[in-house]
């Protein structure tokens, strides 16, 4: 079978290095891939946001199954576009993706069908939404409500920040026509923990724990980022807890999207927070998360392809998936300035290597070598038998590990 995996970054480095075991694949493409990837799979230098692109790809190289894994071409459609051309793809169609694509569509069906999630209220209209602000309590949580990069969230501790993010959403355009509409949300707190669930739209089969470190500063300052670590399993979701999410959370969810004639079939990841009143939904994601993937697949033990095949045929239910009970952790070597702005292009020294899995996110290969290409540059995910095995492991590796501006926290793991 040939293969293309759309993407290039750490979460589809994993994804190629998993798929790459599959004694079924005959070839594997990545489009547009990266550094890492390309010693898996061809890289092929068209971008994840030209859907006509892939698919004329596809069809020229006659592609087996196409893995749609970012969310913007989800939200385009790409998966509708290549089956629209009679092409085999894994992933969400548009309908679908848009629990991702669209806060106010992910709030509203929540509401529908009871699932748990913060409170909120959605505004186009800066006065009203400023006036709204009198009723509320600090912190407040101020979210665009389009795609933004996992940067449209603003966590404001006082009015004064909180009107601030008002205006540069809906005045100012500071997030595009991602944030032209805004949720303001109550502000939870508890654990988060990542949930990632293979689902062919009726059955369902959630992927082991995780969890996620989205500042950018070790204790959890800084900034918000796309994600600098993640670990597998998270502590604090219990066998308990996880029937409790299955029955009231994940299935409700997958009911929901059925009855509302979206079904969803592909990943669909659970962004969590355990509060002292039961767990709640904070996001949903249409595809697999990143740095989440890079700890959940390297415990997978089944075939990957078997499950995104039995997804497509929605006959999940006659697969069996296995996991290792190793831990997984993570930890994401950044450009300097990241999340904010950064250089690239600067040598990637990498001096020993050990059994680490080194997922490349912003990486590529040049003449001179490696180079950097991106804010966040290497996972360096490790396995172990205890959480801080992986840990250790990966650390080490880090020392051996060097460019310019490299920052990274030291703290993943350690809550
Ligand atoms: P989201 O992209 O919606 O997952 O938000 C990104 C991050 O912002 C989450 O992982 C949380 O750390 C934080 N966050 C989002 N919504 C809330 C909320 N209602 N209460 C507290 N923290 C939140
Ligand atoms: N780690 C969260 C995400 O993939 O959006």
Redesign the pocket.
Known sequence: MKVLVVGGGGREHAIVWKLNQSPRISKLYCAPGNGGIASLAECVDIPATDPEGIVNFAKDEQIDLTVVAPDDPLAMGMVDMLEANGLRAFGPRQRAAEIESS?LFAKELMNKYGIA??H?QFFDEYDAAVRYLDQVDF?V?I?ADGLAL?K??I?ASCRKEAEEAVKAMLLDNKFGKAGHRILI?????GQ?VSILVFTDGITFAPMVSSQ?H??ACDNDEGP?TGGMGAFSPSPHYTPEIAEYVEQKIIKPTIHAMRKEDRLFQGVLYF?L?LTDSGP?V??Y?ARFGDPETQVVLPRLETDLLEIMEAIIDQRLDQIKISWNDKAAACVVLASGGYPGSYDSGFPIEIRTKSECLLFHSGTKRTPQGLVTSGGRVLGVTALGSSLKEALDKAYDQIDSIYFEGMHFRRDIGKR
């Open positions: 806060k999630t913060a909120y912190p949580v979210k996992g449209g969230v966590i949300e109550e502000f939870l707190t988060e996620d989205k500042r918000n962004g927070i709640k904070l996001e994601n």
